[in-house]
């Protein structure tokens, strides 16, 4: 199975800061990558997928980058709505897998 | 607009055998792929497999063979996931979530179900 290792695995930022997930594929998965944020008590939303690709109706102030095989999730301005966990899934090749999550939080 | 609405949460005990449903609506059922989807505190989210609604085909994660069996019901537009031989590792939140035709993307998800497996 592929692993997705993804950091940190939780992080505290202030409103407008920049905030960075990212994601370490164990093998070459181009670009089928996934990012998702999960609010407590509801399923997870789909935030970029191919691995560059904003899912419709996510705020422009979220974006997926790649190098190589490190996957970046980058909100430009974090905003009061934005705290959540937020994991990556790879589609590549069977199993899925997802990173292990990163819990974010306003400081 | 394209809805999961998944079952209510069920206490089961151990050894016996549950089935979840996922009632699609917004969009052709056929023609999109259903996934299950494990979640728990310790091991996070974990994909358990996909069934193609269409054909009835499925895939399944090695881990879960055995344990999980997808279905649907194409009048329905219902898709099913069993467990059975339920002990207290399966107690969790199972979600459905689609793949848009021709991706593999996890694009709308169901709600959730809580599973809780006691005695």
């Known amino acids: 199975d592929i692993q997705m290792t993804q950091s940190p695995a939780s992080l505290s930022a202030s409103l407008e800061e920049i905030v960075t997930i990212t994601c370490q594929a164990s093998q070459d998965i181009g670009n089928w990558l996934a990012w998702y944020q999960q609010k407590p008590g509801k399923s997870p939303q789909l935030l970029i997928y191919?691995?560059?690709s904003l899912a419709d109706g996510v705020p422009s102030r979220f974006s997926g980058s790649r190098s190589g095989t490190q996957y970046s999730l980058k909100i430009s301005r974090l905003q009061v709505e934005d705290p959540g966990i937020y994991y990556c899934?790879?589609?590549?090749?069977?199993?899925?897998?997802f990173g292990s999550g990163t819990k974010l939080e306003i400081k | 607009q394209v809805q999961l609405q998944q079952s209510g949460a069920e206490l089961v005990k151990p050894g016996t055998s549950v089935k979840l449903s996922c009632k699609a609506s917004?969009?052709?059922?056929?023609?999109?792929?259903m996934n299950w989807i494990k979640q728990t505190t310790g091991q996070g989210l974990e994909w358990i497999g996909i069934i193609n609604p269409g054909s009835g085909g499925t895939s399944y994660n090695v881990k879960f063979k055995g344990k999980a069996t997808l279905t649907v019901d194409k009048s329905s537009s219902t898709a099913f996931m069993q467990l059975s031989s339920l002990t207290p590792e399966d107690s969790a939140v199972y979600y459905c979530a689609r793949s848009p035709r021709g991706d593999w993307r996890l694009d709308y998800w169901g709600q959730g179900v809580m599973v809780t497996v006691s005695s």
């Open positions: 899934l790879q589609g590549y090749s069977a199993p899925l897998t």
């Open positions: 191919g691995a560059t």
């Open positions: 917004g969009y052709t059922f056929t023609s999109n792929h």
